[in-house]
């Protein structure tokens, strides 16, 4: 097969081997040479290490649910502890929250980041935006209990400034929880978003408004369904590490909305029940590979890895 | 949807400059709410950082802002605590350790997926991208299962361990990027100039992957620092890290000098991120396509 090139002569008319794609059979088949097994050996540890701390721990835990009496039946039984209903639906619920409210704000900031024009204003969103990793979860849990405690800042400044008269109760509930897993998640939002947004083409919102729209309409009806999937990957990612909070939802937390993992830890600690901790565990990790994969089958692997970096 | 002016003044400054656009009622609305929108922000993000800060040279026992006396005392009751020094090496005996280990086993990974031919390729960078989507707490419960029955609990090694399987995905995502970065025609070119072919690995293709391999074991480190879940159910009495121990002494009553530690940590910890953005160059400037 042959290319030519246009009526008008090229020099020489190129070869093409025709060009397809190794089927995954054939790929099998190849004789492993030594380059294959040498890139097989060098992951040998890694297989191993996954194996043994990852692969093995989780299936034993999986296991747990088919115990006896049976797996219908502890089913069955965690769904109907109403304590682990209540904590299952709060941990889903809040994540969602604190999700949407993470890439809504993040995305703000990241937009902002990509799109400014003072260097300073960049320099100050990013640091504001990395503040959140130099502190320990724990050390988050105190900074928000000093802020949001009934005398704390917030109330104080809200006082003097006769917003309210009496302190509002801020902390010990689901509120706190949510400010301050929101305050977490910030920096895991706004960098997969900045990579989104940096990596639109910039021209097209241009030619849109050269074709009479106006700035709102540019952005939204031709920026935005092209950011959509990166906004989606980080929505998958940021919501799978929300349901796996621990630190936060207990100090901050009030007695009545606790997450599903404040219950197994109650549960290991005070009860001994680890055959009731695996079950909810095993329900949220169920919960993390279901959303996962619905993202990966949404957005593609490309999207989700990048976002990661 | 911000920005402030024309189309032009919203888009980088790459693009071209001059055109503009209809304004519409929203977003002559929406400019200035944008603008105090992102200022609330930044302040809610430094904000905690600062007030910690500020508590640690108070001299309250309580957690109240502002304090009434200002000092140095919180700093020197930590570094004569016997408690928590030892909590912040033990920290590091585990942290460091954890890390080497995810960037030792996790850095053949990043080669083989970046440089070579095996089959099932997406597979392993799931696989290696899993643990950051566990969910910690799932986790940690799977772990204690099996330490419980292998007598690995509430030991070193088992601790270490699972603090480097958190930092394999850190080491695969920084140090492949890298390697994709550095061309593999650099190793031909060095065996064209006479070097043998491991001559050629070691002094070129790894030494140019040095840093991103630092970066990734600081990275690593830090994840190992900051971790509080797993060490909560797999650590006993000889592993509190600093995080376990701020955990357990919060919830006996709120001691000051974790003000003090905090603030230390945000220190360390706002130096060793600009190390490992310095490391990583300006990758997050530049569009990743």
Redesign the interface.
């Known amino acids: 097969m042959t290319v030519t090139g246009s009526s008008a002569a090229t020099e020489e008319d190129v070869p093409l081997a025709p060009v397809r794609r190794r089927g995954f059979a054939e790929r099998i088949r190849a004789r492993p040479g030594r380059p294959m097994l040498f890139g097989f050996g060098l992951c040998v540890p890694f297989f191993a290490m996954m194996a043994i701390l990852v692969a093995y721990p989780v299936v034993k835990l999986v296991l747990v649910l088919f115990q006896p009496p049976g797996f219908v039946s502890n089913i069955r039984a965690f769904f109907g502890e109403e304590l682990n209903v209540t904590a299952l639906r709060v941990t889903l619920v809040d994540s969602l929250v604190v999700t949407f409210l993470v890439v809504a704000l993040g995305s703000v900031i990241a937009w902002s980041i990509v799109t400014t024009r003072r260097p300073a204003v960049r320099l100050i969103l990013m640091a504001s935006v990395a503040a959140p990793l130099f502190m320990n979860q724990i050390i988050k849990v105190f900074a928000f209990t000093v802020l949001l405690q009934r005398y704390g800042l917030v109330n104080e400044v809200l006082i003097r400034l006769h917003i309210i008269s009496q302190p509002l109760s801020l902390i010990y509930n689901q509120f706190a929880v949510i400010v301050g897993m929101t305050y977490y998640m910030m920096p895991w939002a706004v960098l997969p978003l900045y990579v989104t947004f940096v990596s639109l083409d910039f021209d097209l919102p241009l030619v849109a408004a050269s074709l009479g729209a106006t700035r709102i309409r540019a952005l939204r009806d031709v920026c935005l369904p092209l950011a959509l999937p990166g906004i989606f990957a980080t929505i998958i990612l940021d919501y799978v590490f929300c349901l796996g909070f621990f630190v936060m939802p207990l100090f901050l937390g009030g007695p009545s909305s606790p997450f599903t993992s404040n219950v197994i830890y109650q549960d290991i600690t005070s009860f001994y029940n680890f055959s009731g901790a695996a079950i909810s565990s095993v329900v949220l990790l169920v919960a993390a590979i279901v959303i996962v994969t619905a993202g990966y089958v949404a957005v593609g692997r490309d999207r989700m890895t990048r976002a990661l970096a | 949807?911000?920005?402030m002016g024309?189309?032009?003044?919203?888009?980088?400054?790459?693009?071209?400059r001059g055109?503009?656009?209809?304004?519409?009622i929203?977003?002559a609305v929406?400019s200035p709410a944008?603008v105090v929108?992102?200022a609330v922000?930044?302040i809610?993000?430094?904000?905690?950082?600062l007030?910690?800060a500020v508590?640690s040279f108070g001299q309250e026992q309580t957690?109240?802002?502002p304090p009434q006396s200002w000092g140095v005392g919180l700093y020197t009751t930590f570094f004569h605590s016997g408690y928590w020094i030892t909590a912040l090496l033990t920290s590091l005996k585990i942290g460091l350790p954890a890390a080497l280990l995810a960037v030792?086993?996790?850095t053949?990974?990043c080669?083989?997926l970046s440089r070579?031919?095996?089959?099932f390729k997406?597979g392993?960078?799931?696989?290696?991208?899993?643990?950051?989507?566990?969910?910690?707490?799932?986790?940690a419960?799977?772990?204690?299962?099996?330490y419980l029955r292998f007598n690995v609990l509430y030991t070193d090694t088992g601790l270490i361990?699972?603090d480097?399987?958190l930092g394999?995905?850190f080491v695969l995502?920084i140090v492949k990027?890298a390697l994709d970065r550095i061309p593999a025609e650099l190793e031909l070119v060095a065996m064209s100039l006479g070097a043998k072919r491991p001559r050629a690995v070691l002094e070129i293709t790894l030494r140019l992957l040095g840093p991103a391999v630092f970066a990734s074991f600081i990275m690593s480190f830090m994840v190992s620092?900051?971790e509080?879940?797993l060490v909560?159910?797999l650590g006993g009495p000889g592993q509190t890290t600093?995080?376990k121990a701020?955990?357990d002494s919060?919830r006996t009553g709120?001691q000051p000098v974790?003000?003090a530690i905090?603030t230390i940590?945000?220190f360390g910890?706002?130096i060793l991120?600009v190390t490992v953005g310095k490391l990583r160059g300006s990758r997050?400037?530049?569009?990743?396509?």
């Open positions: 949807m911000s920005g024309t189309l032009s003044a919203s888009l980088p400054r790459g693009s071209r055109a503009t656009t209809r304004k519409g929203l977003s929406l944008g929108l992102r922000l930044v809610f993000m430094i904000a905690p950082v007030c910690i508590l957690l109240e802002f030792v086993v996790g053949p990974v080669w083989v070579g031919m095996l089959p997406s392993l960078q799931i696989l290696a991208l899993s643990p950051l989507i566990l969910p910690a707490i799932a986790f419960i799977a772990l204690y299962g099996m361990l699972a480097a399987t394999i995905p995502l990027a620092f900051d509080a879940t909560q159910f600093l995080p701020i955990f919060a709120f974790i003000l905090a940590l945000e910890t706002g991120i997050a400037v530049r569009a990743d396509v």
